[in-house]
Antibody, heavy 118, light 108 residues
Framework: EVQLVESGGGLVQPGGSLRLSCVAS????????MNWVRQAPGKGLEWVSH????????FYADSVKGRFTISRDNAKNSLYLQMTSLGAEDTAMYYC???????????WGQGVLVTVSS | EIVLTQSPATLSVSPGESATLSCRAS??????LAWYQQKPGQAPRLLVY???TRATGIPDRFSGSGSGTEFTLTINSLQSEDFALYFC??????????FGQGTKVEVK
């Protein structure tokens, strides 16, 4: 069974930093691209970042480019999102999502909440 | 960036009736469209991909159709567990993958 378990969320002050983690199990992590998708309270879904499997090429939404860094550790079956210069607009539930060859998202984690507030 | 517009924002339907949800793309995305269902406090669940292929375990009362810029998700004989939020997502031109703003299906 595919499982994606996020951690690292919490309350952070504006301008602060936070690192999210996602531990994957039930599939060969190294063979799949991975994503972070977020959802602000009461809002829709926003793709945040993508990292490919073999080359670890990364992509970012314009809203986070230059502030967020996605990375992975295949030995630990883990995905990360380093977030800096956080603002209120970054307050959201962040989901770890397994990618695929096509681009739709079959497997989602349960999400981790990030709240940016003073 | 491709913009997806979902309509209506809210759909009020009685149990047992059918619901038709619309998703329009700002440019052609061929059939590279997925639909997701989200219930309060839960992660989204993939319902349909390739515009019309049901994901594993999805009941056949859910059906997707369309191509190009116009897409529809139809839910026949609505069950209590179907009242939820529904999003469409395009994956034809990425990054970024983009989502519609959602349609809430509520009990009439």
């Amino acid at each position: 069974e595919v499982q994606l378990v996020e951690s690292g969320g919490g309350l952070v002050q504006p301008g602060g930093s936070l690192r999210l983690s996602c531990v994957a199990s039930g599939f060969s992590f190294r063979d799949y691209s991975m994503n972070w998708v977020r959802q602000a309270p009461g809002k829709g879904l926003e793709w945040v970042s993508h990292i490919t499997a073999p080359s670890r090429t990364t992509f970012y939404a314009d809203s986070v480019k230059g502030r967020f860094t996605i990375s992975r550790d295949n030995a630990k079956n883990s995905l990360y999102l380093q977030m800096t210069s956080l603002g209120a607009e970054d307050t959201a539930m962040y989901y770890c999502v397994r990618g695929g060859s096509s681009g739709y998202y079959y497997y989602w984690g349960q999400g981790v909440l990030v709240t940016v507030s003073s | 960036e491709i913009v997806l517009t979902q309509s209506p924002a809210t759909l009020s339907v009685s149990p047992g009736e059918s619901a038709t949800l619309s998703c329009r793309a700002s440019q052609s995305i061929r059939n590279n469209l997925a639909w997701y269902q989200q219930k309060p406090g839960q992660a989204p669940r993939l319902l349909v991909y390739g515009a019309s292929t049901r994901a594993t375990g999805i009941p056949d009362r859910f059906s997707g159709s369309g191509s190009g810029t116009e897409f529809t998700l139809t839910i026949n004989s609505l069950q209590s567990e179907d009242f939820a939020l529904y999003f469409c997502q395009q994956y034809n031109n990425w990054p970024p993958n983009t989502f519609g703003q959602g349609t809430k299906v509520e009990v009439k």
